[in-house]
Each structure stands twice: as structure tokens, then as C-alpha cells.
């Protein structure tokens, strides 16, 4: 996927409630590419360049392991909040 | 659906680029995001520039170049989370490594040496330096990062000369005055007073000042003046002056008495005695430029100073060979002499390898070998 194309599906996906900014996705964008965890293809359309993000090989496996941080941590918040509920 | 024209495209990727965005692979992203947006969204007949500025205010919140800096910073730091882990780690193993060194240095036991200089070492050469880089991420003003800087090479250097110091390495006052001045003269004033103006550093700056000032203050009091070496070397040389009499009355005496070592014993006493006479004018040469020390040597300023004998030896090679073969002589004396008897006094010359051991010391053992050796002729 394009960097426009990212924000319009994440756009699409949570409708509309999270908006990527131009200003913290290519920064980061930048930042995966050169840590290898993305690769990336260009494509020419007349004079402007269009750069498709990809995962690498390990880039999946650091995306599996956090997601699966990220899922630990909603568990526990979710957790410790019902226990907050309960006390109130 | 808007089409733009390559006249339009060259219109916003110069703008891009006026606008400070400098890294080309950035340019081209943020000019194909750009289009798509003005394809999608502007009507067939929109006015295009008015779109295309507004498109472009929603990037940023003062400037565009907004991006490209975040996109270097998250690029060069993009360690910051290891760099902090590693920092850590190595504040903790230094820490450890030096408790380990003290205490073993305390109970003169062996390793104590490499648990000293691997202690400081990884204080001085990756916690240090990982703290500055990691402070001055957070400090916005290029006089704060400076500041920081500044503080970091002065405590390295402290930290380093102390360790040269301990270690008998060349270099170690000067890392120590350097540490010293910049701490003193350079960093404290500047922090003292930018601190003091802000109320809300105004007591941390007061208590770090104090703090600082007491620590340097320590240090000094541990260094010796240049009024205090002249003295001491003074006695030192003066000390040397009454042995040397001691050994002349000693050999006046001895030639009064017949001896009674066989040839061999005598022939190597001789030469033990000769080296030694050698020795000690190499050392007075090497220490003082004279051959001789005058007895008036204080006000000539003509001393024996406090050098590490290790060092003496090491810089001239004629006064190693000239050790080396007294040491020789004294092991061979020494052999000749076993069968003579418990009254005997066995020589003993040290090795040069110990750091403790300055020349002084050495002219002292040197005098002994002397007197003992016309002591056993006399026996």
C-alpha cells in the first residue's frame, strides 16, 4: 500500500475515527523502512513517483509480536477496569 | 474528479522543496500523497492553489519541515529505547565491577586492577556518553545542549584521570586539570547563573553548585601543591645525602679490615659493589642532569624527584641494562655467599616492575645492598 492509501484505509476501517496524519505516518513510515522491517516497490506515474509499503519476513514477525503485546495490554486493561467498575 | 497537470506537479514538488523538506525518497512521498488528495477531493473546475494550500496546512502545525524532522530524529533514534536499556545496564556493571576492584585492591588481592579499569572505563566511555545523547534529546535550546556536553566531557575526563592516576598511566594530571578547569571555570558559572534566574530551578541549581563545588574541593585537597613537592623532594634528596655518608664511613671502615672471603666471593662483591656505584650516578644523572648531588643542592634546585623507577628504566635503556646486570650480580654474589654461613646478609634488589617503586626507593635499596655487602667483608 501508498502512504495515501494507508491513511484512507485505516480511515475506511475504523470510519473515520482514526485519522493517520501526513505528519506521524511518513516519519514512520521512514523510520520501519530503514530498520527493514518494511520493503518497498516504486510504480511511475508521469512525473510523480509512487512509493507501495510492504512487511518483510521480519517485519511479520515483528508485527505478530505486537499485536499480540498490544492484545496482552487491552486484556489487562480491560481487566484491571472491570475491577475498577466493580468497585464503584 | 481533478486532473492536474505536470506543470501543477512541478509547481507543488518545488514548493515541497522550498519549504525545507531536503530528503528526496520524503519529497516524492508527500508529493504523490498531496496529488491524490487534490484528485480525490477537488471538483473539475476547483481553484486549484487555494485547495492545495489548505491541503498542504493540515501536514503540520507551524512549518512543513516539521516532518523531515521527525522523520531524522526517529530515524537516528531510532535506538532510544536500547540506547536507555544499555545505559542502564552499564551503569549497573560498572558499579559492580568497581565495588568488585576497591575491595580487592583494599585486600591486595590479584584482579583488582581489571575490575578498576573495566569499572571506570564503561562509566566513562558508554554510560557517560549515552547520558549526554540521551539528555540532550530531551532539551530544546543549543545552549542547554552545549551546557550538557560540556558537563559530560568534564566528568569522562575526571573519572579517566582518576583512573590513569590510580593506574600509573602518563597523562593522568593533565586529564585531571582539564576535567577540573572546564568543571570549575567553564560549566559551573554558566549553569550557577542560567539555573538561579529560573524560579523553578532556582534551589536544584544552588544544591548541585554545592555539591559540585565540595567534590572538586575534595579532590583538590588530595593533590599535592608544587610548594608541597619541593619540600618533600627536598627531604627526599637530603635523606638520600646522610645514607651516602653512612656508606662512606662504612667503606673508610672497611678498609682497616683484612678480608677473609676466598677470591670468587670477593670478585663478585666487587662487582655487585661497582654496578651499584654505577646505578646510583645513572639515576642521580637521569633525575637531577649532574653526576653528583651537592650537599648545597637546595638552593640549585638540583633534587632527586618523585619519579616511578618503573618509568626510569623503561625511558633509558642504559640504566635498564646497567639494573639488569646489578640484579645479575647480586643473584651470582648471592649464590657464592650460600654456603658462608647464617651471619651472612643475603642482598636483595627489587624488581623494577612494581609501580610503588620510585627511584628514590631504589637508590635507598641500592645503599643497603652497599652497606651490607662491606658488613659481610667485615664479618
Not at chain 1, 482514526?18 to 505516518?25: K, N
Not at chain 2, 654456603?339 to 610503588?356: C, F, K, Q, Y
Amino acid at each position: 500500500m501508498y502512504g495515501y492509501e494507508i491513511t484512507q484505509k485505516v480511515k475506511d476501517l475504523t470510519a473515520g475515527k482514526i485519522q493517520l496524519t501526513e505528519g506521524a505516518l511518513y516519519p514512520t513510515l521512514h523510520a520501519l523502512e530503514a530498520d527493514g522491517i518494511l520493503t518497498t516497490e516504486t510504480e511511475y506515474i508521469g512525473k510523480r513517483v509512487r512509493k507501495y509499503y510492504s512487511l518483510s519476513s521480519e517485519g511479520n514477525k515483528v508485527s505478530d509480536e505486537k499485536v499480540n503485546e498490544f492484545a496482552d495490554f487491552i486484556n489487562t486493561m480491560k481487566f484491571l477496569l472491570d475491577i475498577k467498575t466493580g468497585i464503584a | 474528479m481533478y486532473t492536474l497537470s505536470d506543470t501543477q506537479i512541478d509547481f507543488i514538488l518545488d514548493d515541497i522543496r522550498r519549504n525545507g523538506v531536503e530528503l528526496e525518497d520524503l519529497q516524492l512521498n508527500l508529493l504523490d500523497h498531496i496529488c491524490c488528495i487534490i484528485e480525490q477531493n477537488l471538483e473539475d473546475n476547483g481553484d486549484f492553489e487555494q485547495f492545495y494550500f489548505s491541503t498542504r496546512k493540515m501536514f503540520y502545525r507551524h512549518h512543513l519541515k516539521e516532518i523531515e524532522e521527525e522523520t531524522i530524529s526517529l530515524m537516528t533514534y531510532k535506538n532510544y529505547y536500547m540506547m536507555k536499556k544499555i545505559m542502564m545496564i552499564s551503569g549497573v556493571v560498572s558499579v559492580a565491577l568497581m565495588t568488585m576492584g576497591i575491595v580487592l585492591k583494599f585486600l591486595h588481592w590479584p584482579g583488582a586492577a581489571v575490575g578498576i579499569v573495566l569499572g571506570v572505563g564503561v562509566i566513562s566511555l558508554i554510560f557517560l556518553p549515552l547520558l549526554f545523547l540521551l539528555k540532550i534529546k530531551e532539551q530544546n535550546q543549543l545552549k542547554d545542549k552545549a551546557l550538557t556536553g560540556l558537563g559530560t566531557l568534564s566528568a569522562i575526563c575526571l573519572t579517566l584521570g582518576v583512573l590513569f592516576k590510580v593506574m600509573h598511566w602518563p597523562g593522568a594530571n593533565m586529564l585531571s586539570i582539564i576535567a577540573l578547569a572546564f568543571l570549575m571555570c567553564l560549566y559551573l558559572p554558566v549553569y550557577f547563573f542560567s539555573g538561579i534566574r529560573n524560579p523553578d530551578t532556582k534551589t536544584n541549581t544552588i544544591v548541585n553548585s554545592v555539591l559540585i563545588i565540595t567534590a572538586c574541593g575534595l579532590i583538590l585537597t588530595l593533590v599535592r601543591s608544587p610548594q608541597g613537592t619541593r619540600i618533600l623532594e627536598a627531604q627526599i634528596t637530603s635523606d638520600y645525602i646522610m645514607k651516602d655518608d653512612l656508606l662512606k664511613t662504612e667503606i673508610a671502615l672497611s678498609r682497616n679490615n683484612s678480608l677473609s672471603d676466598s677470591v670468587a666471593v670477593v670478585a663478585a662483591g666487587k662487582k655487585v659493589f661497582d654496578l651499584c656505584e654505577k646505578m646510583k650516578e645513572e639515576i642521580i644523572q637521569i633525575e637531577t642532569g649532574k653526576k653528583t648531588i651537592d650537599p648545597n643542592f637546595n638552593s640549585e634546585e638540583q633534587m632527586i624527584g618523585i619519579t616511578d623507577f618503573h618509568q626510569v628504566v623503561t625511558d633509558n635503556p642504559t640504566a635498564k641494562s646497567t639494573y639488569d646486570a646489578l640484579m645479575n650480580a647480586v643473584d651470582d654474589y648471592n649464590n657464592k655467599y650460600a654456603n658462608a654461613g647464617s651471619s651472612v646478609h643475603r642482598l636483595v634488589l627489587e624488581t623494577a616492575n612494581d609501580r610503588d617503586f620510585k627511584s628514590y626507593d631504589a637508590l635507598t635499596r641500592i645503599v643497603m645492598v652497599q652497606m651490607f655487602l662491606l658488613q659481610n667483608q667485615r664479618r
